[in-house]
């Protein structure tokens, strides 16, 4: 784990993580600039840390609603607003990217932040960006192994000597500047069904685990998936961190969560994926025993030590800005958090 | 409220024809209901690969789009080497796996064989009932022999082709009240 940097003796992690969606506010329908948007983002990161948060991450999504396309740009102005907390991408899509560039960025980070960044690297669950950038669709699988791979031996080795289908092979390259600890932590970025965890444990790599919602225990089957394949190829399972990520929303009670939050999810959803968000499924969200962290701080404290203690995770982080919602409810939540949800977390998940 | 109609066939009239007399029969009794109808000839539809259903673009995004945005469905389709068409099974291929949910789907099924009968049973149900629609459960089986020059000759297919369109509105008025009574209960 301290490959990693994760300390279990200090509990589970929690984090805070945005896609960086632009989307008019459904009780306004008003929807602040990109500029003003970005500068939500980065405020975000500084209050999280104030509140104790460890982590705050961004992710890319070259489509409309959307604003952090160049997610790492943005990373780099939080590494130099804040002074302590872990800073990720979430996630990179390293299918259309040149994980060598990555690197660099990500590199570069690392030594803004004196030590502070990571990689989570995924492969879209939109497809728009294939022809913006110039990929094929067809080659969504291999392009993401090939370049995984790539940037996974790039981490490792100071020279590489890599050849593959994507991209020019490398001839006793050295991608620099290197980390500040000469590595980074870089993670798998890991949803939909147990075949994309499994995968992810052959290789023997951290896994962040998308949890948008329904039962709890769906979820601990690809955990599980993760930890066993790992094991059958070799690896320790224990010394894997798992991260999962999901929708968050607290206010005082969770009635008055649900009734804040709902319009934004629903219309964020429409906007972002043609479907609202149905109610029945929101309500059922409530449950202990689903995934879905949006209810009154004690509830949420609930949910979470419930799933850690399903799914044994070493962090997990929080989606709460998603649909528009207005700056000054993003304080409150992270205020909630700060002042109930992380303390009573710490105390029952240190060691 | 909008109903959509879809003919599943690129090629024929029979289907088009049931589903002209269904879509006359909604117009002239229901006369609040926004009624559109696709019929899958009159478009250039890509096969599905797997892309959310707003990202592809012409007459596909427009057909998806349509479907997506539709409160009941009423789907007509011909029977092809004993199933449904590949038109069809590829607007499916398009939605998203839940698209159906909250929303009303009925059938009608024109064949050239009544040995077909069960074919809309036991393969098209099923791909709605994943997709979670809410299923009007009897269909209207129309022979060729019902047909004569772009008509349908038998009365009794009229007859069924009315209580079709009457099930599908009041299925679905019937759901979306208590479905709008349940939600009221959230509270959010």
Same mark, same amino acid.
């Given at each position: 784990?301290?490959?990693?940097?994760?300390?279990?003796?200090?509990?589970?992690?929690?984090?805070?993580?945005?896609?960086?969606?632009?989307?008019?506010?459904?009780?306004?329908?008003?929807?602040?600039?990109?500029?003003?948007?970005?500068?939500?983002?980065?405020?975000?990161?500084?209050?999280?840390?104030?509140?104790?948060?460890?982590?705050?991450?961004?992710?890319?999504?070259?489509?409309?609603?959307? %604003? %952090?396309?160049?997610?790492?740009?943005?990373?780099?102005?939080?590494?130099?607003?804040?002074?302590?907390?872990?800073?990720?991408?979430?996630?990179?899509?390293?299918? %259309?990217?040149?994980?060598?560039?990555?690197?660099?960025?990500?590199?570069?980070?690392?030594?803004?932040?004196?030590?502070?960044?990571?990689?989570?690297?995924?492969?879209?669950?939109?497809?728009?960006?294939?022809?913006?950038?110039?990929?094929?669709?067809?080659?969504?699988?291999?392009? +993401?192994?090939?370049?995984?791979?790539?940037?996974?031996?790039?981490?490792?080795?100071?020279?590489?000597?890599?050849?593959?289908?994507?991209?020019?092979?490398?001839?006793?390259?050295?991608?620099?500047?290197?980390?500040?600890?000469? +590595?980074?932590?870089?993670?798998?970025?890991?949803?939909?069904?147990?075949?994309?965890?499994?995968?992810?444990?052959?290789?023997?790599?951290?896994?962040?685990?998308?949890?948008?919602?329904?039962?709890?225990?769906?979820?601990? *089957?690809?955990?599980?998936? *993760?930890?066993?394949?790992?094991?059958?190829?070799?690896?320790?399972?224990?010394?894997?961190?798992?991260?999962?990520?999901?929708?968050?929303?607290?206010?005082?009670?969770?009635?008055?969560?649900?009734?804040?939050?709902?319009?934004?999810?629903?219309?964020?959803?429409?906007? %972002?994926?043609?479907?609202? *968000?149905?109610?029945?499924?929101?309500?059922?969200?409530?449950?202990?025993?689903?995934?879905?962290?949006?209810?009154?701080?004690?509830?949420?404290?609930?949910?979470?030590?419930?799933?850690?203690?399903?799914? !044994?995770?070493?962090?997990?982080?929080?989606?709460?800005?998603? !649909?528009?919602?207005?700056?000054?409810?993003?304080?409150?939540?992270?205020?909630?958090?700060?002042?109930?949800?992380?303390?009573?977390?710490?105390?029952?998940?240190?060691? | 409220?909008?109903?959509?109609?879809?003919?599943?066939?690129?090629?024929?009239?029979?289907?088009?024809?049931?589903?002209?007399?269904?879509?006359?029969?909604? @117009?002239?009794?229901?006369?609040?209901?926004? @009624? @559109?109808?696709?019929?899958?000839?009159?478009?250039?539809?890509?096969?599905?690969?797997?892309?959310?259903?707003?990202?592809?673009?012409?007459?596909?995004?427009?057909?998806?789009?349509?479907?997506?945005?539709?409160?009941?469905?009423?789907?007509?389709?011909?029977?092809?080497?004993?199933?449904?068409?590949?038109?069809?099974?590829?607007?499916?291929?398009?939605?998203? &796996?839940?698209?159906?949910?909250?929303?009303?789907?009925?059938?009608?099924?024109?064949?050239?064989?009544?040995?077909?009968?069960?074919?809309?049973?036991?393969?098209?149900?099923?791909?709605?009932?994943?997709? $979670?629609?809410?299923?009007?459960?009897?269909?209207?089986?129309?022979?060729?022999?019902?047909?004569?020059?772009?008509?349908?000759?038998?009365?009794?297919?009229?007859?069924?082709?009315?209580?079709?369109?009457?099930?599908?509105? &009041?299925?679905?008025?019937?759901?979306?009240?208590?479905?709008?009574? $349940?939600?009221?209960?959230?509270?959010?």
């Amino acid at each position: 784990m301290e490959k990693y940097r994760i300390d279990q003796r200090k509990g589970l992690e929690f984090g805070i993580y945005s896609l960086g969606d632009h989307i008019p506010d459904p009780n306004t329908g008003k929807r602040i600039s990109a500029e003003q948007r970005i500068h939500e983002i980065i405020e975000l990161a500084k209050i999280a840390e104030q509140a104790g948060i460890d982590f705050f991450s961004v992710g890319e999504s070259h489509q409309e609603y959307f %604003t %952090t396309q160049a997610h790492s740009v943005v990373l780099a102005a939080i590494a130099q607003a804040t002074e302590k907390i872990k800073i990720a991408s979430s996630s990179t899509i390293i299918s %259309t990217s040149d994980p060598v560039r990555v690197y660099e960025d990500f590199a570069t980070i690392d030594l803004i932040s004196k030590g502070r960044a990571e990689i989570i690297a995924g492969r879209a669950s939109r497809v728009g960006l294939f022809d913006l950038l110039g990929y094929n669709l067809k080659d969504y699988e291999e392009l +993401y192994e090939e370049k995984f791979e790539l940037l996974l031996k790039i981490n490792e080795e100071e020279s590489v000597n890599w050849s593959g289908q994507f991209r020019a092979p490398l001839k006793d390259a050295n991608v620099i500047p290197r980390p500040k600890a000469g +590595y980074l932590p870089i993670w798998r970025a890991v949803g939909g069904p147990p075949a994309s965890a499994i995968k992810a444990g052959y290789a023997g790599v951290p896994m962040f685990l998308a949890t948008l919602g329904g039962p709890v225990t769906s979820f601990k *089957y690809s955990i599980d998936a *993760y930890r066993e394949a790992a094991r059958q190829n070799g690896h320790n399972a224990k010394e894997l961190p798992i991260a999962t990520a999901g929708l968050f929303y607290t206010a005082e009670t969770t009635q008055q969560a649900q009734k804040e939050y709902y319009p934004y999810i629903n219309e964020g959803m429409k906007v %972002t994926n043609g479907r609202g *968000y149905p109610k029945q499924q929101f309500a059922q969200g409530a449950d202990p025993r689903d995934v879905l962290n949006i209810g009154s701080p004690q509830q949420i404290i609930e949910k979470i030590l419930y799933q850690h203690e399903q799914f !044994g995770h070493q962090r997990y982080i929080a989606q709460m800005d998603f !649909g528009g919602v207005p700056f000054d409810k993003l304080r409150k939540n992270i205020e909630l958090i700060g002042t109930e949800i992380l303390p009573a977390i710490k105390k029952h998940t240190a060691k | 409220m909008k109903i959509v109609g879809i003919s599943g066939s690129n090629v024929g009239s029979k289907t088009r024809t049931a589903i002209n007399y269904t879509i006359k029969d909604l @117009v002239e009794n229901y006369p609040d209901v926004e @009624v @559109v109808l696709l019929d899958l000839a009159d478009y250039t539809i890509q096969f599905s690969d797997g892309r959310n259903y707003l990202e592809y673009e012409g007459d596909t995004k427009y057909v998806a789009q349509t479907i997506m945005e539709a409160d009941a469905i009423i789907i007509g389709t011909p029977i092809f080497q004993a199933s449904i068409p590949a038109t069809l099974k590829n607007i499916f291929d398009l939605l998203p &796996v839940d698209a159906l949910r909250d929303k009303v789907v009925s059938m009608l099924v024109t064949a050239g064989s009544p040995k077909h009968y069960l074919i809309a049973e036991q393969q098209l149900k099923p791909i709605l009932s994943y997709m $979670k629609a809410v299923l009007v459960q009897t269909y209207v089986f129309i022979e060729e022999k019902d047909f004569y020059r772009n008509e349908i000759i038998n009365d009794d297919i009229l007859f069924r082709i009315n209580l079709l369109v009457e099930d599908t509105v &009041v299925l679905l008025e019937t759901y979306t009240k208590i479905r709008e009574a $349940k939600e009221a209960e959230y509270g959010f």
